[in-house]
């Protein structure tokens, strides 16, 4: 089995899982950070590690990493959010990923005779965090993340099935 593709697999999971409502700042930015490279990493595993397991598992990983090449720039999830995102990351620190917070205040009414001062509750916060630009603009990031980490899970399952069914 593609294992330590899947271990990084369950790291970016956990990565995409803390990127939670409330989580903003700097604290959010790492967390996205994490996230992205964690996913473009699933590749570079796949490859070095579980590719040097066996020549079967060497051929197949390279049979699917050249298909992969050749159908550029599909599927857009990889070539054009994993490895777009993840090297305007790495190479030039700066992400299409956004975030904001709606805060509403609350009302306060004052009555000139006497009764006391109505307050209205404050509505909870709203928090918004989608992409400001790409091929996915508009879309929740955490979204988008949960669909490439999708896409991997398929991908793995079809290296593992394919090994499988040509024996050790």
Not at 16 to 27: H, M, T
Not at 45 to 68: C, H, M, P, Q, T
Not at 127 to 148: E, F, K, T
Request: hydrophobic share 35%.
């Amino acid at each position: 089995m593609t294992n330590a593709a899947r271990e990084a697999l369950e790291d970016c999971r956990g990565a995409i899982d803390s990127l939670v409502d409330g989580v903003q700042g700097r604290e959010w930015r790492r967390r996205w950070i994490l996230s992205v490279v964690l996913l473009r990493a699933i590749g570079h595993v796949l490859d070095k590690v579980d590719g040097a397991k066996s020549s079967v598992y060497r051929s197949e990983i390279d049979r699917w990493w050249n298909n992969l090449k050749k159908t550029r720039p599909l599927p857009t999830i990889f070539w054009e959010f994993i490895d777009e995102e993840r090297n305007s990351i790495l190479k030039q620190y700066r992400t299409n990923a956004g975030q904001g917070v709606m805060v509403q205040l609350s009302g306060i009414e004052v009555s000139t005779c006497g009764a006391p001062p109505k307050v209205d509750p404050p509505n909870p916060a709203i928090y918004h965090y989608v992409l400001n630009g790409g091929p996915y603009q508009g879309c929740d990031h955490r979204d988008v993340l949960m669909d490439a980490l999708k896409w991997w899970e398929q991908q793995l399952e079809q290296i593992d099935h394919a090994v499988a069914g040509r024996g050790p």
